[in-house]
């Protein structure tokens, strides 16, 4: 029986391990990780994650041929493939601080692997990582190799959250680079033979090392891209009267262009786009190409824009100041059907409030209050590290409640902010959120998920991003 063992039982190792479990009945698939709390989770009918279709895969699998363990030195030694699936965040410390990847948890990682390994291995990249980290591995590996061979693969993961069982059984493409060497083929066959099992093979490219690493740099890099582009084009929308929904889709209908991601927001999150753009602009630096770091760094610039503007806007049609008004949020993870708040826009558009002393009442359906007062004291990047080595008790945020319910959370409010698009938000009893408010009574739309006129007959005064604006709203300067 092939032995695979994944290194990370995250957002990536646990649902990418438990569908290549699912699909191949006879490979038995271990996920181990440094963090207890978070394999105890995984053990439990509380998984660490939410994810709509994980728990039903996990509980097919776990037990079977899916386990999750902390002894990652003993599944690492009886595996025939490692994929490596750890943290890759932004270092925050010396040599390109701020912009570099930070492989310290993958260095460790590659270290243990050269420790414990008795037998040839397959090493599999699947974090993300900057071009040319295969080298770095393979060097490590094959210096304190005692005589083992080891073949460095990279197969970066495509999945987006939310959606990630549906895009782990259906992918667009599975991408797996390995060396042009007759080993180096025969592994990526290896690889390529586990995910045949359910992926039609004309989705499986094979491509060097180097493409495949920057493959994904690249294509997280254009998808933010796309979303920054529609998020400027909303600002000149707001200033011109053009409606930048019915700008995208005019747009979008050119099917050189196509519809999909180009739904204007209060800005960009999520733990990737942000991260490896910058992990990008960095390696161009590092080549001598300051003029397309330079244009990669515009992507973050506009997304900072986008959610500075959101946050000018309501601050300025409030008569200039927030201080001490209750503002209800509506939504605090990064997007839907997630529960992850890593880089979600909220934390910078409450930052922004709590900056000009609103008093925040906050509600998301599957963001804990804990996670939202860490959110709102760390630091920038910190949360992009294993979870028990973030700050522990971090200094609860005054002027933030977080509640249960949006009908709590918008009680006596003066504004709603709806900064996450849950299908919830859009069913809701707006008359009676309304008839609970102060008056004038705002609602700040970052993701366009209500009907703006309907809530202005209700007596409500709207600002949906990047739409027609409110007679209130024309006169207000909403420079970042
Ligand atoms: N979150 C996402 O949607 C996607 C993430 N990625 C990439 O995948 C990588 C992992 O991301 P996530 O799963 O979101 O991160 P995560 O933080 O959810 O999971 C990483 C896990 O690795 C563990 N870990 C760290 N060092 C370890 C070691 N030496 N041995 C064993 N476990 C160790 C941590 O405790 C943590 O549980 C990153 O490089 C990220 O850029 C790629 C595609 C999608
Ligand atoms: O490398 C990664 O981590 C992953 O990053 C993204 O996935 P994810 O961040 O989970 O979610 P997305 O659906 O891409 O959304 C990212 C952010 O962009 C926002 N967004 C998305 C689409 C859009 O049209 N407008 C928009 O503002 C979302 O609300 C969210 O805040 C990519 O879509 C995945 O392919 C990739 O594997």
Redesign the pocket.
Known sequence: MVKICCLGAGYVGGPTMAVIALKCPSIEVAVVDISVARIAAWNSDQLPIYEPGLEEVVKKCRGKNLFFSTDVEKHVFEADIVFVSVNTPTKTRGLGAGKAADLTYWESAARMIADVSKSDKIVVEKS?VPVKTAEAIEKILTHNSKGIKYQILSNP???????AIQ?LFNPDRVLIGGRETPEGYKAVQTLKSVYAQWVPEDRILTTNLWSAELS?LA??AF??Q??SS??AMSALCEATGADVTEVAYAVGKDTRIGQ??????V???????QK?ILNLVYICECNGLPEVAEYWKQVIKINDYQKSRFVNRLVSSMFNTVANKKVAILGFA??KD?GDTRE??AIDVCQGLLGDKAQLSIYDPQVTEDQIQRDLSMNKFDWDHPLHLQPMSPTTVKKVSVVWDAYDATKDAHAVCILT?WDEFKKLDFQRIYDNMQKPAFVFDG?NVVDANKLREIGFIVYSIGKPLDAWLKDMPAVA
């Not at 993961?157 to 959606?163: C, K, R």
């Not at 999909?260 to 927001?265: D, G, I």
């Not at 800005?267 to 786009?273: A, Y």
């Open positions: 993300t993961e495509f999945l987006a959250e939310g959606t895009d994904k294509a997280n998808l933010a796309r979303i529609v998020n999909k991601f180009l739904n204007a927001s800005g960009f999150g999520g733990s990737c786009f490896d990064f997007k997630t979600t826009p698009e993701r």
